[in-house]
């Protein structure tokens, strides 16, 4: 089992900027894809951003060029700097690693989620 620990997020105004963090720790896999998605009650979760055990990076299109994501030291970390934030980027924003056996064998983890305000 892996545990999704996050940290970061809070209240800011429009043009700020924030960063999270999520460490996953347990039982985890050498190949990995790490990163968040968001979600306003009543609505579907949508992918943020996400960066695979290889570099592989993909971002939502509304979030390019403004959000930055990495990988720390350990492989088990992730950032996610979020710069020039708008009010639509208000959300509650999920942590999230998928844990490769092979293709199609895999285990899927959530962080407890974390709020961001964008205030105009």
């Known amino acids: 089992q892996v545990q999704l620990v996050g940290s970061g997020g809070g209240w800011v105004q429009a043009g700020g900027s924030l960063r999270l963090s999520c460490a996953a720790s347990?039982?985890?896999?050498?190949?990995?894809?790490m990163g968040w998605y968001r979600q306003t009650p009543g609505k579907q979760r949508e992918l943020v951003a996400t960066i695979t055990s290889t570099g592989a990076i993909d971002y939502a299109a509304s979030v390019k060029g403004r959000f930055t994501i990495s990988r720390g030291n350990t492989e088990n970390t992730v950032f996610l700097q979020m710069d020039n934030l708008k009010p639509e980027d208000t959300d509650v924003y999920y942590c999230?690693?998928?844990?490769?056996?092979?293709?199609?064998?895999?285990?899927?983890?959530w962080g407890q989620g974390t709020q961001i305000t964008v205030s105009s």
């Open positions: 999230y690693r998928r844990d490769y056996l092979s293709d199609s064998i895999y285990s899927t983890y």
């Open positions: 347990g039982t985890v896999f050498s190949v990995n894809t």
